[in-house]
């Protein structure tokens, strides 16, 4: 893993304190607006579908994203492979 900066680090150990689903839910509505917080699942589906290896264009008719979106996705894959 790369090197984080000192603020991402802060963040990730916040989330990890949660002490459970409602609590980091609660913790997400604060840090986030409602716009980004719908993002992050959306995100989270395209990459899980875009690993099943269902085609770019199907991924984001059904989640209502850009196909510019579907794209990021499959490219932060192969980077990560």
Request: hydrophobic share 45%.
């Amino acid at each position: 893993m790369n090197t984080l900066d000192p603020h991402t680090q802060e963040l990730l150990d916040t989330l990890l304190a949660a002490e459970d689903r409602e609590a980091l839910l609660l913790l997400l509505q604060s840090l986030l607006t409602p716009a980004e917080l719908s993002e992050i699942p959306k995100r989270l589906q395209i990459l899980k579908r875009l690993q099943a290896g269902e085609p770019q264009r199907r991924i984001a008719e059904d989640l209502g994203v850009g196909i510019a979106t579907v794209s990021r996705g499959a490219r932060a894959l192969k980077r990560d492979l």
